[in-house]
């Protein structure tokens, strides 16, 4: 939808290994970097990333392309907020009149984000200006809440009626069908409708945008009904196209202005308010759901820590243990805030002052600490069965960490505290390490470069091979302007089966027939999806087949290539049994011959 001109300037600005190593930890190889993929677990670095071409590939899992849909996989964006965000990031505008915004898609979610925003407007004005606010006023003036952080907010209230919110809304002149794809109203198993929200106050979600996505409402009085019936103390929206509980965070849109680059994690709405009208500015929360990689993904793009500061009990320790292992997974760093004296943030600083709970974020621990704490909180290590099962524990929490000084750092400390020697607990970390690989998919990583030319034979016949044999044909047409001289006087980009590679082929020949030399970077930016045929094309550039002499190979590659094609057509005469065209049979036979004995 936009000119390549304008996506090949946004991504020259945008280095993708600047880009990626805010998720990844690159090391340089060669000419390129590797790291272990973001995108599924691994001990062995399969995730390749080349300055040269501005392309990502995991040999591992397959995933790969160029930074646009580097960002589009790891964040979770369409094609046009990954472009957007690379082009903020550049200090681009992108145009609005672009043709994109007529997409179907992009016309629903617009509505759906102006139905939001009228209805954060219509539970504002209800909690600040009618007689029916005053129940949401009082539990706010309660929580201590202050009406300049309302208005910061957009807090409000959804009145204890049937339909109150439905009945506005319409009369904005919004039908039933948007706004139970919304999720505003809700729909009974009679067809009746009602609003999702009653008695409760809400709390719009905002993304970093300032697009309203959706809600969460608290109830005021959660004691069960007269039917025994007792409503969830906190209601989000449902899913909808705008609005994935498991992937945004509440306060964000704030929290990312705030100077530094921490962001401290906590699990309730009014302990992110709390804390930021004290102050401290940079504080999200999750949306009521145990934390998520896509999540983590999202604070790591704003952060270069991330501060976790649950609930003091033991459920809130438990879900501090598992997002330390998440956050470390995706290669992202953590440390634990540790509250004495109160349940929560909002708590602790009702009662102790911001100052309190700035120190207690200046004495946070790294999560790997945290979590050594916890298990040698367990034992006795004064006794010889405390240290043993101390040391067995700690080993396998040390096995999920992928940075060997942190670990080795660790091992030297456990070796001190217990008079166990090093190598002794080194040696029971690598043992559960091994054990808990066993449990991992396979990870090897790599592909067998050929250095000869391909045979023909090899190919012909397997239409599975049939990417593989166009993109091998294509990449040494990228690559030099008298191999695709020959391509091209033998190929059109229609003869190439796959739409991936047909796609590559008119933007290949398009490039040389201009004057320039293909840029792949550029040209995957045709793909506005992260998927296959992408995945497929950033192998092919970013760890290519060598051969001795490109020139043969190329001619082989093509012969290859028309073989597959020859033979697929035989097999389909083949299926067709006696209505099969004989003519046609031994002129395709007679053709497969041919390039047979073509060297």
Request: with cysteine; charged share 30%; hydrophobic share 35%.
């Amino acid at each position: 939808m936009y000119s390549q001109g304008l996506i090949s300037e946004i991504c020259s600005r945008n280095d993708i290994v600047d880009y990626v190593s805010r998720y990844v930890r690159l090391k340089k190889s060669g000419r390129g970097y590797t790291g272990l993929c973001p995108f599924h677990n691994e001990k062995t670095p399969s995730f390749h990333v080349s300055p040269d071409k501005q392309l990502f590939h995991c040999f591992g899992c397959g995933a790969g392309g160029n930074l646009i849909q580097f960002v589009m996989r790891i964040e979770g964006l369409d094609f046009r907020d990954a472009l957007k965000t690379l082009a903020d990031r550049a200090g681009m505008a992108l145009p609005e009149d672009d043709g994109y915004d007529n997409d179907a898609a992009i016309l629903k979610k617009k509505k759906i984000y102006a139905m939001n925003k009228a209805a954060a407007r219509f539970f504002y004005d209800t909690l600040t200006k009618t007689p029916a606010g005053r129940e949401g006023l009082k539990y706010f003036a309660a929580r201590r809440i202050k009406a300049e952080t309302i208005n910061i907010y957009g807090l409000g209230f959804a009145p204890e009626s049937y339909d109150m919110l439905f009945s506005h809304m319409r009369e904005q002149g919004y039908t039933q069908e948007e706004l139970l794809e919304a999720g505003l109203i809700s729909q009974n198993e009679k067809g009746s409708v009602y609003d999702r929200f009653r008695g409760r106050v809400m709390f719009p979600i905002i993304d970093v945008r300032g697009n309203v996505i959706g809600f969460g409402g608290r109830i005021l009085d959660d004691s069960p009904r007269a039917d025994g019936f007792k409503p969830p103390k906190y209601l989000n929206s449902a899913q909808t196209p705008v609005f994935d509980k498991g992937r945004n965070l509440f306060s964000l849109n704030l929290a990312k202005n705030a100077p530094g680059r921490e962001l401290i994690l906590v699990e309730g709405y009014m302990d992110v308010i709390s804390v930021y009208q004290a102050g401290v500015k940079n504080i999200v929360a999750t949306l009521g759901t145990a934390l998520t990689e896509q999540q983590v993904r999202l604070l790591n793009r704003y952060s270069d820590e991330i501060l976790i500061c649950y609930d003091s009990d033991e459920a809130g320790v438990k879900a501090a243990l598992r997002a330390i292992d998440l956050i470390g997974s995706v290669g992202g760093r953590s440390r634990v805030i540790r509250l004495r004296g109160a349940k929560d943030p909002d708590e602790y600083i009702k009662a102790n002052g911001v100052e309190a709970f700035r120190e207690a974020v200046s004495k946070s621990v790294p999560g790997t600490e945290f979590k050594l704490m916890q298990v040698k909180g367990k034992y006795n290590i004064e006794s010889t069965d405390g240290k043993v099962k101390f040391i067995s524990e700690a080993a396998d929490a040390l096995s999920t960490v992928n940075d060997a000084v942190e670990v080795d750092a660790y091992i030297s400390r456990m070796a001190q505290e217990t008079g166990i020697g090093r190598e002794a607990i080194y040696s029971e970390y690598k043992k559960k390490t091994a054990r808990n690989r066993l449990f991992r998919p396979n990870e090897e990583a790599g592909r067998i470069r050929r250095t000869e030319v391909p045979k023909a034979e090899a190919y012909s016949g397997e239409r599975k091979g049939s990417i593989e044999t166009e993109l091998g044909i294509l990449r040494l047409a990228a690559e030099e302007k008298r191999i695709y001289k020959i391509v091209k006087e033998q190929l059109s980009p229609q003869d190439f089966d796959s739409d991936a590679a047909r796609l590559i082929a008119e933007e290949i020949y398009k490039s040389w027939d201009g004057g320039q030399r293909p840029e792949p970077a550029v040209i995957l930016a045709k793909f506005q999806t992260d998927g296959r045929g992408a995945a497929d094309a950033a192998g092919a550039f970013i760890d290519p087949v060598r051969y001795d002499d490109n020139e043969t190979a190329v001619k082989q590659l093509i012969r290859a290539m028309k073989m597959d094609k020859v033979s697929a057509q035989i097999a389909e005469e083949e299926k067709k049994g006696n209505s099969m065209d004989i003519m046609r049979m031994a002129q395709l036979h007679k053709e497969y011959e041919k390039l047979k004995r073509q060297q």
